[in-house]
């Protein structure tokens, strides 16, 4: 199988966790990252890769069956990515370790960490990041822009909305939904709808100020 080569947008600490795992799939083949916020690292190398600025990135994006990756946990940059890239196709990258049920996808820009389940019939959307040892059961639908922190669980049925970010060890009951733009603390138990654009934290989780 030939490598896909692929261009990591990002060069921070999401990036290299990206290399690592794109690395692991054996699908890719990084050509560069890109660094857009600090200018000393640019000429420099990440796991052997340049690390780029823009005019170095522009004559890499003609370059034949090249992918992209958006590799930043930041949303609103992330969004802005795939917005501004979206002429190009975003790479998927699922890390080896992952089980995976039947009829189940994930959307382009997304990535699925090691020792994670993703059952049946699950839809994950484009530019999704489902970290380190999560599950997702069965009809559970992850909208587009959405972090899951480390450890996170979502039973049966589960709706999270667009531009969602749940922290680490949330736990979201069966057929429960997550209104988009919801920000869920790290060791929440969802128990009930969640509206949108709000923070909601604690067992049970409780809406505690808009966004």
């Known amino acids: 199988m030939t490598a896909i080569p692929l261009v990591v947008l990002g060069a921070g ?27 000393g690292a640019r000429g420099g190398r990440l796991d ?18 090249l992918e992209v990756f958006s590799a930043t ?9 795939a917005a501004e890239f979206s002429a190009l196709p975003f790479a998927s990258i699922v890390d080896p370790s992952v089980l995976m049920g039947p009829r189940t996808s994930v959307g382009p820009g997304s990535i699925v960490f090691p020792a994670c389940v993703i059952s049946a019939d699950v839809t994950v959307g484009a530019h999704v990041s489902i970290n380190a040892g999560c599950t997702v059961s ?13 450890g996170c669980h979502l039973t049966g049925r589960v709706k999270v909305g667009a531009g969602c970010d749940l922290g680490a060890g949330v736990v979201v009951l069966p057929g429960v939904t997550i209104g988009a733009g919801a920000t869920i603390g790290a060791g929440a138990v969802v128990t009930r709808d969640v509206p949108p654009s709000v923070v909601a934290v604690g067992v049970p989780a409780r809406v505690r100020r808009p966004q």
């Open 13 to 39: 600490g999401h990036a290299r966790e990206v290399s690592w795992i794109a690395g692991r799939s054996g699908r890719f083949v990084i050509e560069a990252f890109l660094d857009e916020t600090i200018a």
């Open 48 to 65: 052997g890769v340049p690390i780029v600025g823009r005019d170095e990135l522009a004559a890499l994006l003609g370059r034949k069956g």
């Open 73 to 81: 946990g930041i949303l609103d940059l992330r969004r802005r990515w």
């Open 138 to 150: 069965h009809d559970t639908v992850i909208a587009d822009l959405t972090n899951l922190g480390p």
